[in-house]
């Protein structure tokens, strides 16, 4: 069985600094993109931060220059460095991976998503 876990969410105050990381395990064969997602209540799911297997990423408009995505692809992990954090950055955060799985092919995964909040 496949599993993105996540690990690292939290409350901090506005100006503060989360690191956030996951991790794939299971018969992984390949992993191409990888990224995190956010969905704050009331709001549809937003790509926050993607970088691909050789490591191009790309960011939303409203974490540039505040964080940072990063990955070790032999240890199938990601992770997400969140500096300058804001009280519009509270929402659950969600891991996300294309991946080739053996028996399975090429798939899209989900983390069980990891809750951040920034708040006074």
């Known amino acids: 069985q496949v599993q993105l876990v996540e690990s690292g969410g939290g409350s901090v105050q506005p100006g503060g600094s989360l690191s956030l990381s996951c991790a794939a395990s299971?018969?992984?064969?390949?992993?191409?993109?990888m990224g995190w997602y956010r969905q704050a209540p009331g709001k549809q799911r937003e790509l926050v931060a993607g970088i691909s297997r050789g490591g191009t990423t790309n960011y939303a408009d409203s974490v540039k220059g505040r964080f940072t995505i990063s990955r070790d692809n032999a240890k199938n992990t990601v992770y997400l460095q969140m500096n300058s954090l804001k009280p519009e950055d509270t929402a659950v955060y969600y891991c996300?991976?294309?991946?080739?799985?053996?028996?399975?092919?090429?798939?899209?995964?989900w983390g069980q998503g990891t809750q951040v909040t920034v708040s006074s």
């Open positions: 996300n991976a294309a991946m080739v799985v053996l028996a399975s092919g090429l798939n899209d995964y």
């Open positions: 299971g018969s992984i064969l390949t992993i191409y993109a």
